[in-house]
Nanobody, 119 residues
Framework: QVQLVESGGGLVQPGGSLRLSCAAS????????MGWYRQAPGKQRELVAA???????NYADSVKGRFTISRDNAKNTVYLQMNSLKPEDTAVYYC?????????????WGQGTLVTVSS
């Protein structure tokens, strides 16, 4: 049973960069689409970026050109490189499978990693 653990968050000033990691305790090879989500205070969780096993990507309009998602199936890890960070990027970031193929046990979200962008 796959477990997902996010890491790499922290405090960064506007314009700075962070790289988030999502480590899976199990193979994610069979999961076609993995994604990064975020939840800001008082708002619903939203999809930030997604990537398929073949490398196809999709991004929210708010992060296009600034964020890059990647995956290493051999290491069972998904990454999110975040550049040119803005205060509105402040949120708890989570990783998970696409809802269409998300197993029931992954409906329980992990701890996430907090990203705070402030000067």
């Amino acid at each position: 049973q796959v477990q997902l653990v996010e890491s790499g968050g922290g405090l960064v000033q506007p314009g700075g960069s962070l790289r988030l990691s999502c480590a899976a305790s199990g193979s994610i090879f069979s999961i076609n689409a993995m994604g990064w989500y975020r939840q800001a205070p008082g708002k619903q969780r939203e999809l930030v970026a997604a990537i398929t096993s073949g490398g196809s990507t999709n991004y929210a309009d708010s992060v296009k050109g600034r964020f890059t998602i990647s995956r290493d199936n051999a290491k069972n890890t998904v990454y999110l490189q975040m550049n040119s960070l803005k205060p509105e990027d402040t949120a708890v970031y989570y990783c998970n499978a696409d809802p269409s193929e998300r197993p029931q046990y992954l409906e329980v979200w992990g701890q996430g990693t907090l990203v705070t962008v402030s000067s």
